[in-house]
């Protein structure tokens, strides 16, 4: 009974996680757009708050979580679809991580980048989503 309710509050954290996975980038997309000083600090504040307040502490909660699941399912490492997942998740890792360095430039008022870029920017979350989604359902190998 205990996997299952470590099982939710798992489904909960990277529930919480991708919203600011999706938000974040979206914010960004703003920010780039924007052309007025009070605009700018509004989004640094917003784009602050959401990282260190929703989308770290999920991804931690995601992480501690998921490892919990696996020490108590060890059998479940043999498992391909597996592996698969936790690769895309590493993936996903390196993507937060970017996105912090992109808080960074724009709290700098650094920004290289056009609102276009942080469109296309936007987008890969989904796809690695998705594949998560029907690796855990479908268990393909």
């Given amino acids: 009974m205990g996997y299952l309710w470590i099982k939710a509050f798992h489904i909960i954290a990277v529930v919480c996680w991708f919203a600011g996975l999706f938000y974040l980038p979206r914010l960004f997309v703003y920010h780039a757009m924007s052309e007025d000083a009070v605009s700018r600090e509004r989004f640094k504040i917003m784009e602050r708050k959401l990282y260190r307040g929703i989308m770290t502490p999920s991804l931690i909660a995601t992480v501690v979580l998921g490892i919990w699941m696996l020490v108590l399912n060890a059998q479940l490492l043999s498992a391909g679809w597996l592996h698969a997942k936790l690769l895309l998740i590493l993936i996903l890792l390196g993507y937060h ?44 190998f």
Avoid: M, T
């Fill in 97 to 140: 991580g970017q996105c912090a360095r992109l808080l960074k430039s724009f709290a700098k008022d650094e920004n290289r980048h056009s609102h276009v870029y942080y469109r296309w920017f936007n987008e890969f979350p989904v796809l690695v989503l998705v594949s998560v989604v029907i690796l855990v359902v479908v268990k393909p």
